[in-house]
Every structure is written in C-alpha cells, then in structure tokens.
C-alpha cells in the first residue's frame, strides 16, 4: 500500500517562531488532508488540499501532487499551535480509505 | 461545516465486559463511516469501514467478532468492544465523509479513550 512519511517526526519551537512541516507519499493520490491533534485527542481538519496552495491566518498549505509532497507552514508559532501533525492522504484507486502519515509531535514553548 | 459527535469520550471498563462507542454525524448524512484506533505516540491505524445496511468491512488482522459494528441508519455507527482485554485498551476514533459541497475531506469525531482494567 501507499506510504506517507512526515519529518521531521519531533518539533521544538520558541513562540513566534515559523516553521514548516512535510509529507511525502509513495503514489498518486485524489486526496489530502492535514489535521491537528490537540492534547486531548481531538483531529481538526486544517487544509483538504490535493493540489495547490491554501492559506488559513498563521497557517498555509502547499501540495505539489506530481512529486508527491505536501509542506504545512506555521508562522508566528502559539503555545496553543503544540500537538501532533498528520497528513493523511486517499490513494488513486484505493477507494475511500484514508492512510495517515507518521506524524510531527510539535512543542511550542514560552 | 461538517461535525461528528462521538460518545463517550472516555471510559473504564472491567476486563471481560463489552463497551459499545457511538458516532453520529450531526448534519450530514454518512452512508459510509470508519472506525480508527491510536496507541500512544503511534499514528491512526484503520479498523473497519462501516457501511449503512449493510456488514462493515474489516482490515487486515482486526478481529471481527471481538469489535462489532453496527451502521443502523445514515447517522449513527457503532463500535462494540467485546469481552474487552487490557490489550484492547487504546484511543478509539471514527470519521465520515462529507460529500457535497466544497470539501469532500474527512471529519472526526473527538474520540473515546478506553480503558480495560
């Protein structure tokens, strides 16, 4: 099956800092998502974003499908900004189960 | 936009009693629905997918018997736990898909913490 590998797997911020996040997958895809899971467990859908770029306030997101990567930015890192990372992404001719990357454990600190 | 509500969020049971997890979305309709697990620091394994009408579909090496699903209508799957271990203790998550609109993206439920004791 597809593999999604994200780096780097841990992130150490000061606040305000920038700093991007990347997903790389092995084969073609019709969809990609990032999420946030906060402390508590909760996924929040950041982007669905298979091609092209999205902005969303601190957050921007760019897919670049034909070379099969996706980068999450964040500017001006809160504490609150602190969780893990997914991009999670459904294969071409896979039907409509989505496969999770590996993750980044991000820590933003005071 | 799309929400799924799950329940409970977190619960503690004894070993060899079963636990039953609902998921619902709440405005849309989910003809298909999927059930997720979390082990600490380790990333969202698929469990099964859950089809209204009809009998969910399971991945490779999930035992079918020890979690039941159940897709009773176009709002509401379930996800029981059977004669629960202590090894079935983890993070349990489901999603549904919105199919109209701008998105077609994927939307979780907050997830149910179980523990077996």
């Known amino acids: 099956g597809i593999q999604v590998e994200q780096s780097p797997p841990d992130l150490i911020l000061q606040e305000g800092a920038n700093s991007t996040l990347r997903c790389n997958f092995s084969d073609s895809v019709n969809n990609l998502q990032w999420f946030h899971q906060n402390p508590w467990g909760q996924l929040i859908n950041l982007f669905y974003i298979p091609s092209g770029t999205k902005q969303n306030g601190r957050l921007s997101a760019t897919t670049v499908a034909t070379e099969r990567y996706s980068l999450l930015y964040i500017s001006s890192s809160q504490t609150t900004d602190s969780g893990v990372y997914f991009c999670?992404?459904?294969?071409?001719?896979?039907?409509?189960?989505?496969?999770f990357g590996t993750g980044t454990q991000l820590k933003v600190e005071l | 936009g799309a929400v799924v509500s799950q329940h409970p969020s977190r619960v503690i049971c004894k070993s060899g009693t079963s636990v039953k997890i609902e998921c619902r979305s709440l405005?849309?309709?989910?003809?298909?629905m999927f059930w997720y697990r979390q082990f600490p620091k380790q990333s969202l394994m698929l469990m099964a997918t859950s089809n209204e009408g009809s009998k969910a579909t399971y991945e490779q090496g999930v035992e079918k018997d020890k979690f039941l699903i159940n897709h009773a209508s176009l709002t509401l799957s379930t996800l029981t736990v059977t004669s629960a271990h202590p090894e079935d203790s983890s993070f349990y998550i489901c999603?549904?898909?919105?199919?109209?609109?701008?998105?077609?993206?994927?939307?979780f439920g907050s997830g149910t913490r179980l523990t077996v004791v």
């Open positions: 405005d849309f309709q989910a003809t298909t």
């Open positions: 999670a992404v459904l294969p071409k001719g896979g039907g409509n189960k989505l496969t």
């Open positions: 999603s549904a898909r919105e199919t109209t609109g701008d998105g077609y993206g994927y939307t």
